[in-house]
């Protein structure tokens, strides 16, 4: 039954922001999950005797991709697989499962909030036994090997029953398929108040969770409607489908536009939220109101004494340092632990590891606690209904209040997307150059205070990474750029714009952003590189 392949290796497996991202097409080449996976299994040294979760997103190709890891993991002598039903397992639930099961390590199929389909995009996501997605060292020896591969081991069997719950038998490894979203229910039980929650929604409170047609449709069922008392129809897309109907699983105002076109209309429920692909991100809405992911979790660190798992103090938090700057100043209020990393969930693992964080989250609507290792989207909108339960008020007076203690930091990123890559490399690597010349430069009303690259030194393991450059100017204006780490079409141009007000606290963002915006061009020399006159995507 064991069959060793032959195999070419592929030279573009290096992993991105979080974990290999790919063209569905390109996955489908002959053999390249297969050398990818088994890269894996020897870069930790193989892997028997060890447990691994599993469980994917259940985009187009997910179903196949599983059956192909289990029979490798069988094949190179893995103890256990922990599967979830049917294949499907939200990244926060396999997290929380693979922590909970003392397990080695795990796979997530997916490419989180890009779109799925063949000609959409494919991802794996590899977690360690911490429960983060592998640290850098892992993923550079995993490259390695993926180059020079030339075989790899699986067994020549059928494929594996996947919808029936227990444990069964393939070779010498056990394969126990799980209720997926059961345990991660349990957990979320634990730290939030439940029956506060459904006191809301008993009480006519009304919401709509937009699950995009990707996994977290079964979660918010469970938790929203059947436990807490949500009508029924308060979840929308509902039903995990290959291609996510088409939709662009992304939770923010251009892609779950339906969402938003309902919460702006006079039809509004109470309370609007969106989770992506896997369920790690997450977007919040109240009537006619929108929360930015750098406010909200600058206020759900304000509010962490409303939540039974976090009243008796939190360790500190931190940001990516392209989010805005609105969580620091809570921080220092708090007199907690503040933290500013380079973009990526895994550079929270360590501080949450040694607790020096509990909370945490990062412009690009992630947000999270140290309850797992990855961004957690239905726990964010728990903690907001908790917060709305607690207070009585709205999401927006929530919100408002928020920048009348603390101000306000007007936020935008625009993204300059499908740029020629060495077009987008060379420009960041002349703006770098250019960076110690900036200070003391004005642009129009802004004066730049220091212009750097952002390095960051891991206090845990030592390490030290350099990601993205950050303009400062003397009114505590930031601008940040970066390249992207998970597009799959060229390059893409992440400009992260932030302006800081304390009096004029109800603007449109747009056009207070605006001239930030055209400095932003000017100093990055964007238009002229590029020939974009404007961004192709602001969130
Ligand atoms: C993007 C986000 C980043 C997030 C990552 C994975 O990465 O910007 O915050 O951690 O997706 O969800 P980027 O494409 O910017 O490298
Ligand atoms: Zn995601």
């Known amino acids: 039954m064991l069959k060793i392949v032959k ?42 005797g060890l447990t691994f ?11 196949i991709a599983i059956q192909k890891i289990i029979k490798m993991s069988a094949a190179n002598g893995m103890k256990k697989v922990i599967v979830g039903q049917n294949g499907f397992i939200s990244t926060p639930a396999s997290s929380h499962v693979l922590l909970m099961n003392k397990a080695d390590g795990g796979f997530v199929l997916s490419a989180s909030h890009n779109p799925g389909g063949i000609n959409g995009d494919f991802g794996i996501k590899y977690a360690v036994a911490s429960g983060g997605q592998c640290p850098t060292a892992v993923s550079d020896k995993i490259y390695e090997i993926s180059k020079t591969i030339t075989e790899y081991k699986t067994l020549d069997v059928s494929d594996v029953d996947l919808s029936r719950l227990g444990t069964q038998k393939l070779d010498n490894m056990e394969i126990e398929v799980i209720d997926p979203v ?19 929604f008993a009480g006519g409170f009304t919401m709509v969770f937009d699950a995009m047609n990707a996994v977290t449709g079964p979660y918010a069922r469970r938790i929203f409607e059947e436990i807490l008392g949500a009508p029924e129809g308060s979840v929308l897309n509902y039903v995990p489908l290959e291609d996510f109907g088409g939709l662009h699983p992304d939770p923010n105002l251009i892609y779950a536009k339906s969402l938003v076109d309902l919460m702006y209309s006079d039809k509004a429920p109470d309370f609007g939220a969106a989770n992506d ?17 750098s406010d909200s979790l600058a206020i759900l ?5 409303l939540i039974p798992a976090y009243k008796n103090g939190i360790y500190g938090v931190a940001k990516s340092a392209a989010t805005s700057t609105a969580v620091g100043r809570v921080a220092e209020a708090l007199n907690i632990g503040y933290y500013e990393v380079p973009t990526g969930w895994k550079y929270f693992c360590n501080l949450m590891d040694s607790n020096r964080i509990t909370f945490c989250g990062e412009e690009s609507f992630g947000t999270g606690s140290s309850h797992i290792r990855e961004k957690d989207g239905i726990w964010a909108v728990l903690f907001w209904l908790s917060i709305i339960a607690a207070t009585g008020k709205s999401v927006q007076e929530i919100t408002e209040e928020h920048w009348k203690k603390y101000g306000r930091s007007y936020y935008m990123r625009n993204d300059y997307e499908a740029l020629d890559v060495e077009t987008a490399n060379q420009l960041m ?22 212009a750097k690259p952002f390095v960051y030194n891991d206090p845990v393991d030592g390490s030290s990474t350099k990601n993205g450059l950050i303009v400062y100017f003397t009114d505590k204006s930031r601008i940040v750029y970066r390249l992207s780490g998970t597009g799959t079409n060229g390059a893409t141009l992440r400009v992260y714009l932030e302006r800081y007000e304390t009096e004029n606290l109800n603007e ?4 207070t952003l605006e001239s930030l915006a055209d400095v932003s061009r000017q100093i990055g020399e964007i238009t002229k590189r590029t020939g974009k006159t404007k961004a192709d995507v602001l969130t």
């Open 277 to 293: 692909g896997d369920g790690d991100r997450n977007m919040i809405l109240g009537k006619k109101f929108f929360v930015t992911p």
């Open 508 to 511: 449109d963002v747009a056009q």
């Open 53 to 63: 979760i599993l469980g994917g997103d259940g985009r187009y190709y997910n179903k």
């Open 429 to 450: 690597a002349d703006l770098e150059a250019r960076l110690p010349q900036l200070a003391g430069q004005t642009f129009g009303s802004y004066k730049v205070a220091e």
């Open 182 to 200: 059961k345990d991660y229910v349990d957990m979320m039980e634990h730290i939030f108040d439940f029956e506060a929650l459904k006191k809301l």
């Open 7 to 48: 195999t070419t290796a592929y030279t573009d497996m290096k992993m991105g922001t979080a974990g290999l991202r790919k063209k569905s097409k390109v996955v489908l080449q002959e053999n390249y999950l297969e050398n990818f996976v088994q890269s894996v299994f020897d870069a930790i040294g193989g892997v028997k």
């Open 301 to 305: 660190t304000d509010n962490y004494k």
